[in-house]
């Protein structure tokens, strides 16, 4: 049985920000195959929530959409909710999920 996904705020705003600087800086093909990769992703993470990396910092998952960007969630109450998607290429320093 696939779990809900909830999106935080947080989550709903780096998404929306990465998407913003593809469509800025790449083009609709970039932005296109990112909503695909992170719509698959969501999908097996409905499925299968405990398959990706687990920190010990509150068990917060890391999943891999694609060479540059990550995907940051957490398994509680039945539900997976979404916190923020990362891009790779950041200093890993200013990400309070690792």
């Given at each position: 049985?696939?779990?809900?996904?909830?999106?935080?705020?947080e989550a709903k705003q780096t998404y929306g920000n990465i998407l913003e600087y593809l469509?800025?800086?790449?083009?609709?093909?970039?932005?296109?195959?990112?909503?695909?990769?992170?719509?698959?992703?969501?999908?097996?993470?409905?499925?299968?929530?405990?398959?990706?990396?687990?920190?010990?910092?509150?068990?917060?998952?890391?999943?891999?959409?694609?060479?540059?960007?990550?995907?940051?969630?957490?398994?509680?109450?039945?539900?997976i909710f979404l916190l923020a998607f990362w891009d790779n290429r950041q200093n890993p320093?200013?990400?309070?999920?690792?």
């Amino acid at each position: 049985m696939a779990l809900n996904i909830n999106w935080t705020a947080e989550a709903k705003q780096t998404y929306g920000n990465i998407l913003e600087y593809l469509q800025e800086e790449w083009s609709i093909k970039e932005v296109e195959v990112f909503i695909e990769r992170t719509e698959n992703l969501l999908l097996i993470i409905a499925q299968q929530p405990y398959i990706f990396k687990a920190f010990a910092y509150k068990q917060i998952r890391q999943a891999i959409i694609g060479k540059q960007n990550s995907l940051f969630y957490l398994v509680k109450n039945n539900g997976i909710f979404l916190l923020a998607f990362w891009d790779n290429r950041q200093n890993p320093v200013k990400n309070k999920f690792i």
